[in-house]
């Protein structure tokens, strides 16, 4: 595979991931997929540490403009690691480079692009405008849930979701967020959604190395290009025409996932 093109396409996904919280596993994988014959089990092993390493830098970035809350950050990681686990030890049973394991990976992965894509499409058509800052909110009350379980089950859910398919910490973690945390402003929803990916993503990609499922050159090219794309994305989120960068993504990610349960 060629360099440059790999390095371009890290770069790109960082700078959107950096932009509005969604893109990693949404957009790379499918990347890896389509455009340079990557197999399913190995795209989404790559591109889980690909978002560890890449959101790892984002939340560096996130946390310096002190927009990470931490709270949101340790419910929804409550419930995304265990089930992380579960998850890989059920594919370490049934093995992931299987044709089975595979056909699931992909048919889930189609599924997640096609949720992923309506509710970003959703988001930009229909949802409300919310404050870029604290200066009207009070924190405090801003990173409570209506009770402490919800974000932990939608952690389940998504930390499931992700290490099967490295989909859905972006947008439906977004989304999710939205809902559960409605009067948070958007920066630090986008910041808590990228931040409490990195533990996930970390733990499931490590989970996937231990099963030979994670390309490490082509992880390495692809960390070249991703890591000054999502510390510029970070940089310009909070001047980014939203509801169009959204609008173009679900277009975009509803093609892939069309694609993918084609296959």
Do not use: C
């Amino acid at each position: 595979m060629h360099e440059l093109p790999i390095i371009f396409a890290g770069f790109f996904v960082g700078l959107v991931v950096g932009l509005t919280g969604v893109g990693g596993g949404s957009l790379m994988t499918p990347i890896l997929i389509f455009f340079f014959g990557v197999k399913p089990y190995l795209a989404v092993g790559t591109d889980l540490l690909f978002a560890a390493f890449t959101k790892a830098g984002g939340t560096w970035s996130l946390a310096r403009q002190k927009l990470v809350p931490w709270r949101v950050v340790g419910l929804l990681s409550a419930g995304s690691l265990p089930a992380a686990l579960i998850t890989l030890m059920a594919l370490r049973h049934l093995g992931p480079e299987t044709e089975k394991v595979q056909a699931l990976m992909t048919q889930t992965l189609g599924v997640a692009l096609l949720l992923t894509a309506a509710a970003m499409l959703y988001k930009a058509a229909r949802g409300k405008v919310l404050p870029r800052t604290l200066e009207n909110a009070d924190l405090d009350s801003a990173t409570r849930a209506h009770h402490w379980s919800l974000p932990v089950l939608f952690g389940a859910v998504i930390g499931t979701l992700v290490t099967l398919t490295s989909v859905g910490a972006g947008a439906i973690g977004v989304s999710v967020l939205l809902l559960l945390f409605p009067l948070l402003p958007l920066p630090r929803i986008v910041a808590a959604d990228i931040a409490y990916a990195v533990p996930l993503t970390l733990v499931a990609g490590l989970g996937h190395a231990s099963l030979g499922s994670v390309d490490w050159p082509l992880l390495s090219k692809l960390l070249l290009g991703s890591l000054p794309g999502i510390w510029l994305g970070t940089r310009l989120m909070r001047h980014t025409p939203e509801r169009l960068v959204r609008s173009l993504l679900s277009l975009l990610l509803a093609y892939a996932g069309t694609k993918l349960i084609a296959l």
